[in-house]
């Protein structure tokens, strides 16, 4: 079992805080995205990335690829209430099926 | 237009019953999959079927059936439910990649959750 470990597993922040959120593995993988889940929904993809040490920005989310492409970081600037969620990481292994990680539960608050 | 729906969202129901979900998308994807989020919100991979065949099929239990009549449907029938059981079951879809065709990205429904009594 290719098993992604996630850390933290809860983060609690003020808004306006910066953030880093962590998946890591001992599997490389051809491929990683970040998804990020609401209460009651489905996970929503946030980014894909492909290539090792690549970086990949979305808003105020920056979301990089490890060199050896065995783990990944998620980080957000200046937090907002809006970004709190279920934020999950997922790897393949160059096919279609991907392995989930453990899960960060972000909760921002006003 | 929901991309993927499910239906129940809720069920709750006594242990040795026997039910169904059901998963339809109008994405025209032609792979389709059901996953199990625990309690601790962790995510795994159940089924996956592309084209009505099923291709990817983890370690579950044989009262776990999954049916697809055609490739925009795909339900998921658990006979003599266990307490064990009780989780929010998640559908999701995607293209088919071939292999080195890049990242496999799956669309998901707004889950089951399913109450074993």
């Known amino acids: 079992t290719q098993l992604l470990e996630q850390s933290p597993q809860f983060l609690s922040i003020q808004e306006g805080e910066n953030l880093t959120v962590y998946c890591n593995s001992s599997s490389v993988f051809s491929s990683l995205q970040w998804y990020r889940q609401e209460p009651g929904e489905g996970p929503v993809l946030l980014v894909t990335?492909?290539?090792?040490?690549e970086v990949k920005k979305l808003k105020r989310l920056t979301f990089q690829f490890g060199d050896a492409r065995k783990d990944s970081s998620l980080h957000i600037t200046a937090a907002q209430p809006g970004d709190t969620g279920l934020y999950l990481c997922a790897g393949a292994r160059g096919g279609n099926k991907l392995t989930f990680g453990t899960g960060t539960q972000l909760k921002v608050e006003l | 237009d929901t991309a993927v729906s499910q239906t129940p969202k809720y069920l709750v129901t006594q242990m040795g019953n026997d039910k169904s979900i059901k998963c339809e998308q109008n994405l025209g994807h032609d792979t389709m999959y059901w996953y199990k989020q625990d309690s601790k919100k962790f995510l795994k991979i159940m089924f996956s079927?592309?084209?009505?065949?099923?291709?990817i099929n983890e370690t579950v239990p044989n009262r776990f059936s999954p049916k697809s009549p055609d490739k925009a449907h795909l339900n998921l029938h658990i006979n003599s439910l266990e307490l064990g059981d009780s989780a929010v079951y998640f559908c999701a879809s995607s293209q088919w990649l071939s292999t080195g065709a890049g990242a496999n990205v799956l669309t998901f429904g707004a889950g089951s959750r399913l109450t074993v009594l």
């Open positions: 990335v492909v290539t090792g040490g």
């Open positions: 079927y592309n084209n009505k065949e099923l291709i």
